[in-house]
């Protein structure tokens, strides 16, 4: 299929890698055009603008930052996009967001379905991600080869956009939750006089264990954090998903608690680094 991938950061990019593995054909635009110029070295074509980038697409997939992106891109290129094409919310922008952007694609006529991506950079170049997805059923049917080309699973959350971010909101203060709890655990072993290895080999093979606390915690060990998932791209979530849940009336406590040992991380200049940096706040 004809894919134009808009936003070619790490997930973006290795997004649109996997779809041109998969033999769909690319077409990618970001912001800064230095960061989609060596996607056209492995085959896709690197449009100079939105409008340029989606005017021959079958599908279009938005994976940028936060929503005033999101909703720039679409007011700057729905009207340039062939009239059947499936626009692919893919971008983490909140429920208040992914009101605004429905209310856009409603007025400009654009068919919107979401695919939240659940994963990291690693995932997303192997074309190993997990998707969340949204929408009309036979539009999500139609984008099968796609969801496939990228991901190893595709979960339907329901057939209303918004449904699947909800989803990714539930999902990332899981991810949140972990990386810091491991973190925490690490130093408590640490300041009592152990290796904090032992904490890992503790909960190896037991009810309690995850690979990703494997993972993140080995790096924080190590104290190297070469960035899969930015601590501030995961900073921004925490704050979505709690004002999703203070506006469902869910309690914030551990919300409110982990944003602000993630923002310690932050200032002490780890916006940066992978989300395992938030073992530095400890």
């Known amino acids: ?64 930052f936060d929503t005033d992106a999101v909703v720039d891109v679409l007011e700057q290129a729905a009207g340039d996009a062939p009239e059947d094409a499936v626009w692919v919310q893919a971008s983490t922008i909140g429920t208040a967001g992914t009101e605004t952007v429905v209310q856009l694609a409603a007025k400009y006529g654009i068919t919107l379905v979401e695919a939240m991506m659940l994963g990291t950079k690693a995932p997303a170049e192997q074309g190993k991600l997990t998707l969340l997805a949204a929408g009309s059923p036979e539009v999500l049917d139609r984008l099968t080869p796609v969801f496939d080309a990228v991901s190893v699973k595709t979960v339907r959350a329901g057939d209303q956009v918004g449904q699947g971010t909800a989803l990714k909101l539930a999902a990332n203060a899981w991810v949140a939750s972990i990386t810091a709890a491991t973190a925490q655990s690490l130093a408590v ?80 200049g780890h916006g940066s680094d992978d989300i395992a940096a938030v073992a530095t706040a400890f």
């Open 1 to 64: 299929m004809r894919v134009s991938v808009l936003g070619t950061g790490a997930m973006g990019a290795g997004v649109a890698g996997s779809l041109l593995r998969g033999g769909h054909e690319v077409t990618v635009w970001n912001r800064t055009r230095d960061r989609a110029v060596p996607l056209g070295d492995s085959g896709a074509s690197v449009a100079d603008d939105p409008s340029a980038a989606v005017a021959d697409a079958e599908v279009v997939l938005l994976t940028l």
């Open 189 to 268: 072993a640490r300041a009592l006089g152990l290796d904090p290895a032992l904490f890992l080999e503790a909960i190896d093979g037991t009810a309690s264990d995850s690979p990703y606390a494997h993972t993140k915690g080995e790096a924080m060990i190590a104290g190297e954090y070469p960035p899969q998932f930015a601590l501030d791209g995961i900073r921004k979530d925490i704050g979505l998903i709690t004002d999703a849940a203070r506006d469902a009336g869910v309690s914030t406590v551990l919300l409110d608690a982990l944003g602000r040992v993630y923002a310690d991380a932050s200032a002490a």
